[in-house]
């Protein structure tokens, strides 16, 4: 976020028209809109944008309120991040900036207009003051139960009375089932996703809890309702495109891990096969295959014991991406020792048996992981027969 424009923002707020002592005073004409921006091209943006525009023609004021920011130059900055104790803010940008930063990207900018009266517009418009002042603006984020999109939600139930349709009802999605159509062009993305999701991120989820999607919460603001006189009204009552999306651009086959781990799974046997009719154990191929995946494994252990990602813990991919590999891989090289030969065995076994196992378990394995526990087994296996081989 940028300092100087956000403090003049700032100032022209504190200059409009208000009661002594209370929040500034929107006109007749004034509106808030819930923007729902879609997909770019890069992986943070894969999930779209929620935001929040104030726009008041009496007063000539078209804001927006933004609760995605975050500030890069933060002390420690990716250590917090993957610690899951960033600090993300509210941030005001003028519309027009906003809507010309999108359309350079190609990003498809909706609105819902709400159906708000007059007090709840006001009093929804001096929450976002408040909250975006210096010592309010800071917030502690997390990805699935409070960002841009649940912020907004929380709002409007809170400062305006909105009630959505059904959110405690009990739904078939877990969180992966609801990111996996904002992965489908990124492969490599979504296979990050898939091994950093532990168990919980596997659990059935409330509708209420959709609302971490922006798509999702734009759902939820079409079947939600105010309180009013006459009883209770829809919450939006128009909707208008603001900025076209241009097409991203589709993710080929090859591109993705899938395709490189078959590759790597026939290379594998290929050479595998050639090994042991010339005798050779291949330790370096051994090395540039667990040593990976073992450094995988501490990720995954971190992620689990060391951050405070609650939806990261429980990570049943550690059964695969063994963090012992680390130590073991080195005892099965030449000098072949016979208790990391017999390690090796039981994880070519486990490696094969996890490939159906896994639809006993609270997990899902990504699609591209099947050939990469093929070549675990089958690598595994090797060193095992190897030293077998070698006893006679």
């Given at each position: 976020?940028?300092?100087?424009?956000?403090?003049?923002?700032?100032?022209?707020?504190?200059?409009?028209?208000?009661?002594?002592?209370?929040?500034?005073?929107?006109?007749?004409?004034?509106?808030?809109?819930?923007?729902?921006?879609?997909?770019?091209?890069?992986?943070?943006?894969?999930?779209?944008?929620?935001?929040?525009?104030?726009?008041?023609?009496?007063?000539?004021?078209?804001?927006?309120?933004?609760?995605?920011?975050?500030?890069?130059?933060?002390?420690?900055?990716?250590?917090?991040?993957?610690?899951?104790?960033?600090?993300?803010?509210?941030?005001?940008?003028?519309?027009?900036?906003?809507?010309?930063?999108?359309?350079?990207?190609?990003?498809?900018?909706?609105?819902?207009?709400?159906?708000?009266?007059?007090?709840?517009?006001?009093?929804?418009?001096?929450?976002?003051?408040?909250?975006?002042?210096?010592?309010?603006?800071?917030?502690?984020?997390?990805?699935?139960?409070?960002?841009?999109?649940?912020?907004?939600r929380d709002l409007l139930r809170e400062v305006a009375g909105?009630?959505?349709?059904?959110?405690?009802?009990?739904?078939?999605?877990?969180?992966?089932?609801?990111?996996?159509?904002?992965?489908?062009?990124?492969?490599?993305?979504?296979?990050?996703?898939?091994?950093?999701?532990?168990?919980?991120?596997?659990?059935?989820?409330?509708?209420?809890e959709h609302a971490f999607l922006p798509d999702h919460l734009?759902?939820?603001?079409?079947?939600?309702?105010?309180?009013?006189?006459?009883?209770?009204?829809?919450?939006?009552?128009?909707?208008?495109?603001?900025?076209?999306?241009?097409?991203?651009?589709?993710?080929?086959?090859?591109?993705?891990?899938?395709?490189?781990?078959?590759?790597?799974?026939?290379?594998?046997?290929?050479?595998?096969?050639?090994?042991?009719?010339?005798?050779?154990?291949?330790?370096?191929?051994?090395?540039?295959?667990?040593?990976?995946?073992?450094?995988?494994?501490?990720?995954?252990?971190?992620?689990?014991?060391?951050?405070?990602?609650?939806?990261?813990?429980?990570?049943?991919?550690?059964?695969?991406?063994?963090?012992?590999?680390?130590?073991?891989?080195?005892?099965?090289?030449?000098?072949?020792?016979?208790?990391?030969?017999?390690?090796?065995?039981?994880?070519?076994?486990?490696?094969?048996?996890?490939?159906?196992?896994?639809?006993?378990?609270?997990?899902?394995?990504?699609?591209?992981?099947?050939?990469?526990?093929?070549?675990?087994?089958?690598?595994?296996?090797?060193?095992?027969?190897?030293?077998?081989?070698?006893?006679?």
């Amino acid at each position: 976020m940028r300092i100087l424009p956000a403090l003049l923002l700032t100032l022209l707020l504190l200059a409009l028209p208000r009661p002594a002592g209370a929040q500034p005073v929107l006109g007749p004409g004034a509106e808030i809109s819930l923007l729902t921006c879609s997909a770019g091209q890069d992986l943070y943006t894969a999930f779209g944008h929620s935001a929040l525009r104030v726009r008041d023609p009496d007063l000539g004021l078209d804001l927006v309120f933004n609760y995605g920011t975050f500030d890069f130059h933060t002390p420690g900055f990716y250590t917090k991040f993957l610690k899951g104790q960033l600090d993300y803010m509210l941030s005001l940008a003028r519309y027009d900036r906003f809507a010309e930063a999108y359309a350079e990207e190609g990003r498809q900018v909706r609105a819902q207009v709400l159906a708000l009266d007059s007090a709840q517009r006001q009093a929804v418009f001096g929450f976002l003051v408040e909250n975006e002042r210096p010592e309010n603006r800071f917030y502690r984020y997390d990805f699935f139960f409070d960002n841009c999109a649940t912020r907004i939600r929380d709002l409007l139930r809170e400062v305006a009375g909105a009630s959505f349709a059904q959110e405690d009802s009990l739904t078939d999605k877990d969180f992966r089932d609801l990111m996996d159509p904002c992965l489908e062009e990124r492969p490599w993305g979504g296979l990050g996703i898939y091994l950093a999701l532990g168990s919980p991120g596997y659990r059935a989820t409330r509708l209420s809890e959709h609302a971490f999607l922006p798509d999702h919460l734009e759902l939820a603001f079409d079947q939600a309702s105010l309180p009013g006189p006459g009883g209770r009204r829809p919450l939006v009552a128009a909707r208008h495109e603001l900025v076209a999306a241009a097409p991203l651009p589709e993710a080929p086959f090859w591109s993705g891990p899938g395709a490189l781990f078959w590759l790597l799974l026939a290379a594998g046997l290929l050479l595998s096969a050639w090994g042991w009719r010339q005798g050779r154990m291949l330790h370096g191929f051994d090395l540039a295959l667990f040593v990976p995946l073992a450094l995988a494994g501490y990720i995954l252990l971190f992620l689990w014991f060391g951050t405070e990602h609650k939806v990261m813990r429980g990570n049943l991919n550690v059964l695969w991406a063994l963090p012992l590999h680390l130590p073991m891989v080195f005892f099965a090289g030449r000098r072949l020792k016979s208790w990391a030969a017999r390690f090796y065995g039981a994880n070519g076994l486990l490696a094969l048996l996890l490939i159906p196992g896994f639809a006993l378990l609270p997990q899902a394995l990504h699609p591209s992981v099947y050939p990469l526990l093929l070549l675990i087994s089958a690598r595994s296996s090797y060193i095992y027969f190897f030293w077998k081989k070698s006893l006679r």
